[in-house]
């Protein structure tokens, strides 16, 4: 459809202002949201309806741009410092939220709904969508028993246009974003909706901030004391805000059937290890699950957890610059369905961010266009915790329980860090059972990439105690352990993988994935070992299994089989 003339102007000023340099948009990890709160920049809202469920209801009509006299503007509506506010309704077919409707500086304190639009439209944002009122109880304030609840509806797409824009959900408020099969809920970039990709660019990574939920359950970031008091207020990477609590159970709301795409950033102004993740569950309890997601360029993590107890189940990760499943700071929850492929890219524009030079200095580095290289650090980056010691003790480190796992490395190394292609790095104390995994690394020829790193040496001993261990599993790696991976203290690193005879090691890839490249090849002569069937972890959440690996070449019809299978599709277009 044609662009009218102030749609136009409207969306090149918005690049100009992501720009930051008046050229070319540049999306980056810190481009500027230019946030309002002065109801006078209210722009749109013809209309007195607001809809009962923030749904946008059945709202009056706009005359504006190519739209009809009569069109029902269905974009959501609210109320913001007593003005009515909803978004501007495009080209009969998208809803555009500027940051007087959502912002950084904007916190949504009532529930809001999001509904599919037709004819492939798309909720576009401008700025943050933080629901529920962020709180640092050391200031006095309260964090409440309930809060806001962000609701997306399946098949709606949700599509943001700025680097710091992200997803927040503060502790107490819930995101219930439950697509189907048929119709899943897709978080994107703004670039990747034809109408508002002013540069043709196309999307990439670090295109937006990405979804951040924060919950109430345990995290070793805070001391014993302080969560006792009501006082623990962990901060978020990336950008600022808190969580934190003593509640494990609970819960902030469920994802299922999503796609998280072209979201994250690298290292920000706090330096290395301050990102913005596709996915981060801050002290999410297990009252909240996260089932059938596919994770696709995001420029740090896939899904990073701190703490909690949040469970994972059907999740493909494909393409992501640094770890696809990061453990840290007390993790006690579970998983099971979990495929991850690393991949190689060609950059569509410059990404810049702040990294650290030769001396450790902060500087800003630049990705240019064009470049091609390797995404992917490790599958998993498993940290038991961020503190240590007596005041810090209630709890423990992290200790996850793991099945029905594949991880495809590479052999290069990522575009950003120039860190190695590997399936799982320990490090923190980390603990946890890992049940029928599959790690496979076939190329070995230019960086002499590995499969496992120890990072750590109290990681190694809890190796040797048997509290980190894996169980029918495979290790279809040229190489597997790296040269500068910690001994583990009176066991060799082979011996404890092979665990008795349970797992086994192929020094190769073989003929462990099916024709299709992706599923395991249960007709396989080099997997001799017997998948464990889950069934003595006497646990509803673990589905009884007969295969090793995420997916099983023997059942093409399932759910999840066509859900990878049109993940890996997607990713291998990109």
């Known amino acids: 459809m044609k662009l009218t003339g102030l749609f136009k102007v409207s969306l090149v000023t918005s690049a100009l202002v992501l720009a930051g340099c008046g050229g070319d948009i540049e999306v980056t990890p810190t481009v500027n949201d230019t946030s309002v709160t002065d109801s006078n920049n209210t722009t749109t809202n013809n209309n007195t309806n607001t809809g009962g469920d923030n749904s ?54 009532e529930n809001i709904t999001f509904d599919a639009l037709p004819n492939g439209g798309a909720h576009v944002f401008a700025g943050a969508l933080l629901i529920g009122e962020n709180c640092d109880t050391s200031t006095g304030c309260t964090v409440p028993e309930t809060g806001p609840t962000l609701t997306v509806k399946p098949g709606a797409t949700m599509a943001f246009a700025s680097g710091e824009a992200i997803v927040r959900i503060a502790r107490s408020a819930k995101i219930m974003a439950e697509g189907n099969a048929d119709a899943p809920i897709t978080f994107t970039s703004a670039n990747d909706i034809d109408e508002f990709d002013i540069t043709g660019f196309g999307p990439q990574f670090a295109d937006w901030g990405g979804i951040m939920i924060n919950g109430k359950g345990l995290t070793n970031q805070c001391k014993n004391e302080e969560r006792a008091a009501g006082l623990c207020n962990a901060k978020t990477e990336g950008i600022t805000s808190h969580f934190g609590g003593s509640d494990n159970a ?76 990061d453990i840290d700071a007390g993790w006690q929850g579970k998983a099971q369905f979990i495929y991850i492929k690393h991949g190689t890219i060609k950059t569509k524009k410059d990404v810049n961010y702040t990294g650290e030079d030769e001396d450790k200095n902060k500087v800003v580095k630049t990705i240019e266009a064009g470049t091609e290289g390797f995404m992917g650090n490790n599958g998993f980056e498993t940290d038991g915790e961020k503190n240590k010691g007596e005041e810090y003790n209630d709890v423990t480190p992290s200790n996850p329980t793991i099945a029905n796992v594949t991880v495809v490395t590479t052999d290069g190394k990522s575009i950003r860090d120039n860190d190695p292609s590997q399936a799982a790095t320990f490090d923190d104390a980390i603990r946890g059972q890992y049940y029928n995994t599959l790690f496979v690394k076939e190329e070995n020829a230019t960086n002499a990439t590995a499969c496992l790193h120890f990072k750590d040496s109290d990681a190694a001993q809890n190796a040797v105690d048997n509290v980190l261990n894996f169980h029918s599993s495979v290790l279809a790696c040229v190489t597997n352990f790296t ?21 086994i090691i192929l020094d190769k890839k073989g003929d462990v994935l099916a024709a299709d490249g992706f599923s395991t090849n249960t007709d396989s002569a080099d997997i001799t070992i017997e998948a464990n069937d889950l069934k003595s972890l006497n646990d509803d959440f673990f589905e009884e299994v007969d295969y090793v690996g995420a997916v099983s070449s023997a059942d093409t019809s399932s759910a999840w089989y066509n859900w990878v299978k049109e993940a890996l599709e997607l990713a291998d277009k990109d």
């Open 56 to 109: 946008g209801g059945d709202n009056g009509g706009n005359t504006d741009g190519d739209k009809e006299p009569g069109v029902t503007n269905p974009c959501v509506s609210r109320t913001v410092a007593g003005t009515e506010v909803q978004g501007d309704y495009r080209n009969e077919k998208h809803c555009y939220y500027d940051t007087s409707f959502a912002s950084k500086a904007l916190e949504i304190t």
């Open 250 to 325: 609970d819960s902030s709301g469920n994802i299922k059937y999503a796609k998280i795409f072209y979201a994250g950033s690298g290292p920000r102004e706090g330096g290395v290890g301050d990102d913005l993740n596709s996915l981060t569950l801050n002290g999410v309890g297990s009252g909240s699950s996260f089932e059938f997601l596919h994770i696709h360029q995001g420029f740090d993590d896939g899904i990073e957890f701190f703490g909690g107890a949040a469970n994972l189940k059907n999740i493909v990760v494909t393409d992501t610059q640094d770890d696809s499943i």
């Open 483 to 503: 040269e500068g991976s910690k001994d583990l203290p009176g066991e060799t690193h082979t011996a404890w993988w092979d665990n008795d005879a349970a797992s």
